[in-house]
């Protein structure tokens, strides 16, 4: 006990004796661990926000799909009505139409992203109306030209979030007309907003009208679609989609052709969370190639301090040093290397996932799990490539150790 203490304490004299070429040595690792620290701290914490979002704004949406390749037949109107006339636990459908477009305002002209809905699609977000009102079944019978955008877009397009009663010109396809907004919604979360910043080339505003008006304003034809949404009432099983998905087969004459299909929400939440997770550990894994880097820049160093040392090593030996302990000390000092740099880099990881975090806005979790193995991983990496040079080490026939100008 007391031979492996000394070998410690010698391990950790030569390292504070060459600090800088230490703290090089030690780059590697730090990076590679504060990289694969970071990424699953801020991967977990991007998984916790998606399913708290999915949970708290998707859990009563259904989505309904006509496979286009078993079928001519498309959903209509007289479709969606018929489900929540005959389906009470359904509070509405929707249809959704989208094309892109611009949109100008008193402040300028941006690129929109028009969608054409009915006022049941409200349910479908989080972010509830600010101001003023969603528009209603009669304006959607009317084909009124009214809108709905969000707080931001209104701040930027007119100068002002409360821009109720206040017109915007939509122009789509080269087809402009004016459209009156009778209601703001409130804007994404931040971490929303700076997520759809970075992946934007330019600012796209978000307007939602009346999928009717798309017909008279746009000239495109909305009397039939390929999907429709489902907006159940709260705490009803998902198991009404498969009903009613059976309920259209019959009623198209589509019996057990699979060509309507449906998803829910919580069936996307468990895809999304699978895709995140795959996500995360292919960018840790690649974070991790640098672990790999890091342990031969240990093995490199600990070869020329070998070098440096032979005459040492001679007169150790030749005073009786086993080969062993020469063996234990050399892999001492390239384990306490490691874990020196795993230890900093684990430090760092998480300090950079925490501003990361909060400036996202995303819950800060540390998985102690990933702690631990980037710890256990680090001192492996010494040992690892600490052998080579400690055998070379410990190999060395005094009288050659002795005889070396080193």
């Known amino acids: 006990m007391n031979k492996t203490i000394e070998y410690i304490e010698s391990a ?5 004796a060459n600090k800088l070429r230490t703290l090089l040595t030690m780059l590697g690792i730090i990076i590679g661990i504060a990289s694969v620290i970071a990424i699953v701290t801020i991967g977990n914490g991007m998984k916790g926000y998606v399913t708290e979002q999915i949970g708290s704004a998707g859990s009563n949406i259904a989505y309904i799909y006509i496979n286009s390749s078993l079928t001519t037949s498309l959903f209509t109107k007289e479709d969606a009505d018929a489900i929540v006339e005959n389906y009470p636990d359904i509070i509405g459908t929707s249809f959704e139409f989208s094309d892109t477009g611009s949109a100008t305002g008193k402040k300028g002209t941006y690129d929109a992203y028009v969608m ?6 409200s349910h ?11 528009f209603n079944e009669d304006e959607l019978e009317s084909r009124s030209k009214v809108c709905v955008i969000m707080a931001y877009d209104a701040k930027k397009l007119l100068g002002t979030e409360n821009a109720v009663g206040m017109t915007l010109d939509l122009n789509v396809n080269g087809h402009i007309s004016e459209f009156e907004i009778v209601g703001v919604k409130n804007n994404y979360s931040e971490a929303i907003m700076k997520l759809m910043e970075m992946v934007q080339d330019s600012y796209v505003l978000d307007v939602e009208i009346p999928y009717t008006t798309m017909s008279d304003s746009f000239a495109m034809d909305v009397s039939r679609a390929t999907s429709m949404s489902l907006y159940m009432k709260p705490n009803v099983s998902s198991s009404i989609v498969g009903t009613i998905t059976r309920y259209l087969e019959n009623s198209k004459g ?8 449906y998803y829910t929400f919580v069936d996307s939440s468990g895809e999304v969370d699978s895709m995140m997770t795959t996500i995360t550990s292919f960018i840790a894994l690649v974070g991790g190639i640098s672990l790999v880097v890091g342990g031969i820049g240990v093995m490199n160093i600990m070869l020329v301090s070998v070098t440096e040392r032979t005459r040492e090593i001679g007169i150790r030996k030749s005073i009786g040093a086993r080969t062993s302990s020469i063996l234990i000390q050399f892999l001492a000092e390239s384990s306490i290397i490691s874990l020196i740099g795993g230890v900093i880099g684990i430090i760092l990881g998480i300090v950079i996932a925490a501003v990361l975090c909060k400036v996202l806005d995303f819950s800060f979790i540390v998985d102690p799990a990933s702690v631990i193995i980037a710890t256990i991983f680090s001192t492996a990496i010494g040992l690892f490539f600490g052998i ?10 005094p ?6 100008n080193r």
């Open 399 to 404: 009288i050659d150790a002795l005889s070396s």
């Open 254 to 261: 589509l019996r057990g052709q699979n060509a309507i299909n």
């Open 116 to 121: 054409g809905v009915s006022p049941a699609y």
């Open 124 to 134: 479908s977000s989080q972010n509830g109306i600010k101001y003023g009102r969603y």
């Open 388 to 397: 080579y040079p400690a055998r070379k080490a410990a190999r060395l026939k």
């Open 12 to 16: 950790i004299k030569n390292i504070i």
